[in-house]
């Protein structure tokens, strides 16, 4: 399969100046085509592929980005800008194309738009995006709570990205969140809450990828009904479409179970493993371009209450802002 290009898409490195290259002259002329809103930055690239015909090098790349405090149409490149910290501002994937020849640099792709929501009657008691950051924040602080008791880890996990969230008006309010924690410096046998002390752990990070449902009325002032479940990971994002950049996973399986003498026959099988024993790691994902530490709104006391997991046991903790901020 060689997508046109006459010659199979073979992986490289998301560091590689190319791929860097790539990102900006797509993002560049995204934020170039807007014509209201903020311009759109990196946050960090995923996947990289390379191939080769007569006409020159096609480079793909499959990256993420984030709404920014530079308006669109300012005197600002994306370089010179910095995240909207708002938790409501979710990651946006972004794929991009560029033809690499002798004369210069051709972009044929770049996609990193929303899609398009039709217009359509409200549906009553359907769930709803939320666009409202102040009424993710009890939810959310409910959520990682939950989150932090049902884990049987030594750390506590914070914060770290929120993917999706919506709203629906059942017997109250339904909300179903999903969202991302990391490992935090904060052990289980040494604090009985996530405090302003807890921080992402720099050393053999962990990521946590949890789905969650509230189930709140506050009317009725009772304690929320809370769900959740986590499993290990990160950004798992729909995969862009590139038939030809996928590696078979068997293949190193199987040439370590089928070692061979060094023949004539056998040479070049030979030379395939030791490459692909060489091969240049691929450093992907790439480190976010900046750090995103979502803000929230902390105007109005929180004076919720909840069970966090402490040896095995369980206490009653008041929720802070710090459940969130860090």
């Known amino acids: 399969c060689s997508g046109g290009h006459g010659q199979m898409d073979t992986s490289i490195p998301c560091d590689d100046k190319r791929v860097e290259n790539v990102v900006n002259l797509a993002l560049s002329k995204h934020n170039e085509l807007l014509t209201e809103g903020s311009q759109l930055a990196l ?20 990256f993420t980005s984030r709404e920014t405090d530079c308006p669109v ?37 770049h ?13 009553l008691g359907c769930p709803e995006n939320i666009e409202n950051q ?7 602080m409910h959520s990682l709570s939950k ?6 880890h030594t750390h506590f996990f914070i914060f770290k990205d929120l993917s999706s969230a919506t709203k629906q008006v059942v017997a109250g309010f339904r909300y179903k ?6 490992k935090s410096n904060c052990t289980k046998s040494k604090f009985a809450a996530v405090t302003h002390e807890c921080h992402p752990v720099q050393e053999e990070p962990e990521f946590m990828q949890c789905n969650s449902t509230v189930d709140v ?10 769900y959740a479940e986590c499993a290990p990971g990160f950004l798992k994002v729909s995969q862009v479409i590139m038939p030809c950049s996928r590696r078979n996973p068997r293949r190193n399986e199987t040439n370590k179970r089928s070692i061979k003498p060094l023949t004539r026959e056998s040479s070049e099988e030979s030379k395939e493993n ?4 060489t091969a240049i790691p691929l450093n992907c994902p790439t480190k976010p371009w900046k750090e995103f530490r979502p803000v929230f709104d902390n105007t109005a006391p929180v004076n919720t209450t909840g069970r966090t997991q402490t040896n095995g046991t369980t206490t009653d903790t008041v929720f802070t802002d710090q459940d969130l901020l860090s």
């Open 43 to 62: 946050y960090d690239i995923k996947e990289a592929t390379k191939a080769q015909n007569e006409s020159g090098e096609f480079f793909s790349v499959m």
């Open 73 to 109: 149409g300012g005197d600002k490149v994306w370089q010179q800008c910095d995240y909207l910290q708002q938790v409501d501002k979710v990651l946006r994937t972004c794929q991009a194309k560029v033809l690499f020849k002798e004369a210069g640099q051709q972009l044929l792709l």
């Open 111 to 123: 996609d990193c738009s929303v899609g398009i929501v039709a217009e359509v009657a409200p549906c």
């Open 134 to 140: 102040e009424d993710l924040q009890e939810p959310l």
């Open 147 to 152: 989150a932090n008791s049902i884990l049987y």
């Open 177 to 182: 969140l999903q969202f991302y924690m990391e």
């Open 217 to 226: 009325a506050p009317w009725r002032h009772e304690v929320p009904e809370v």
């Open 274 to 277: 030791i490459s692909a024993s």
